[in-house]
């Protein structure tokens, strides 16, 4: 090492403190811990003891140190002090710096209760704003669905055919495997407790109307508010932070019409179309667990079905695909339209894009459930 | 030119590319301690690509590039951190962390170097924030809520934070009006002076040579073809730096004065 880059030190002898070396913050990372520790230690010391300062064989003082040194004189001048001119005027720049206390967090601390109390208010608070912000975003796409209807040169194809594919068909694979997965595993399961009371034949309705009815739209909206949501969300978010959104207003483009009224009509379309693909699927999967389990012939599985469940589930079905659908796209673009422009605000609105979906799908389900309690049962 | 044994960047032979286009062919760059060079040239010549490999976020495809004598091709990850806390790099739009506060932004690099108390950082951020002319109620505020020359403040306050001893600088007053300009130009100046940063610095703009009284490193045709004072280096005759300071007037201005 060359002279200016040697290491900090420092010796207490009566009550001159001694500093040599290179005091910077480089030099203090160069030292390793051991040794930086005492140095700090030694420094404490000779702060509480020392009155004369000679910094004259120190090489190198940067403002990092200045402040330390600082610090260690309880914020003013020691009694004595020989200092290189060079360094001088760092000392006198920190000198001169507000050293203040820190400027505290404003907030106030609140208790245990008071905190729990806050957040329910904030919980109840964000829900409202949900709420508004999903009814006026429904708004704004009616009002958008008129003029479409008005002027259909205005109808973004591109975007809505590129969400399609997206949305639609990128995710039939990995919904097939999942249906199938599922619907063997049910089929499995169920075939076992039929089997005792030997009533085989009735895996068919078992089947045909838990997943028509209820499994393959559920199961379908789990995946797509995992899949497309989720990128619905980051993508209008990044186009927030980076003012792509502003740019499209600023030129005279929608974004209601060429951001969000694509993805919305996209899934509203492909959703019902995926789950007749997951219950497809999952009842291919039941038909050979069936098959295994119960030497029940797949032909005669899919021939008894039609008897079996009522055509109005399948009407069901779709229904609460594009329900479904709707729901997730329009959650996913509202959440998307929200984010504030930091990273931090983008993570946390595309998860909370994915579970409030993933949440309300369900509760939906239930009110579907509900209302068509008396339609499609044998 | 002053030539030392140590000069703080030593690049040689360099060559890089981006795919198949050749950017720089046997490019040679020194910078001595002190010195403030700013690096110009046509949109596309690599100025900035030479930038990000001092910094050491590119690797250059051939040739050797030293930092404070320390070869950085082939350095370890810790020798190249070690490096990397003696510059200080102020990046175009700030590049500041957008979860974190100002305070906390200017923090972060002495908080990694995990060895400082909370206090003594405290007394530094402040510090740093004066330097750049801010107060410190600021010193709360989110990146998003601060202006275009705030952002540019709070950034160079950053990357002062660990007291380099190299500051590099792209573009550092893109994007702000003329006055805001000016003053920040002054500000660089006033701390290159006061704490005897050597500074490089990626420029399209004059005012801004001059305010920092910086010379120049003209990088055309894969290469530095010269590097010298303002009005020197536009006085030279070759047709590659004509053409870059004609239509500013410049060519030739060592004649003409």
Partial sequence: MSATDSFPELSIVGNEAVLSGAWTLGAFGALGSSRRRALFRTLADAGRKASTWRLDEVSRLDSAAAVLLWRRWQAKWPVELSIPDALRPTLERVSVAPISEPAQDERIKFSCIEQVGLWSLAGWRDLFRLFKGL?????SLILTGFRLLRNSSLIPWKEFSANLYRAGFKALPVSALVGLLIGMTISYLSAAQLKIYGADVFIVNLMGIGIIRELGPVLAAVLVAGRSGSAMTAQIGVMRVTEEIDALAALGVSGTVRVVFPKVAALLIAMPLLVVWVCMAALLGGALAAYWELDFSMLHFFRSLPDAVPIANLWICLGKGAAFGFLIALLACWFGLNVRPNTESLSQHTTASVVTAITLVILVDAVFAILTRNIGMP | MRQTADPIIDMRDIWSLYRDVVIHKNLDFRV???EVIALVG???SG??????????????AKGSIRLFGHEIGNANSAALAAVRNRLG???QQGA??????VYDNIAFPLRELRFMDEAWIADIVRLKLAMVGLEEKHAYL?????????IKRVALARALAVEPELLLLDEPTAGLDPARSKSFVALIRELQQSLGLTVVLVTHDFDTIEGLQSEVAVLAEQQILAKGALTEVAALPHPAIRAFFEPMGLYGAKSVT
């Fill in chain 2, 47 to 60: 100025k900035t690509t030479l930038l990000r490999e001092i910094l050491g976020l590119l690797k250059p």
């Fill in chain 1, 135 to 139: 009814i006026e975003l429904f708004g």
């Fill in chain 2, 142 to 150: 989110m990146p998003a809520e601060l202006s275009g020359g705030m």
């Fill in chain 2, 89 to 91: 790099m102020l990046f």
């Fill in chain 2, 96 to 101: 500041l962390f957008s979860a974190l506060s």
């Fill in chain 2, 32 to 34: 001595e301690r002190g």
């Fill in chain 2, 42 to 44: 046509g949109s596309g």
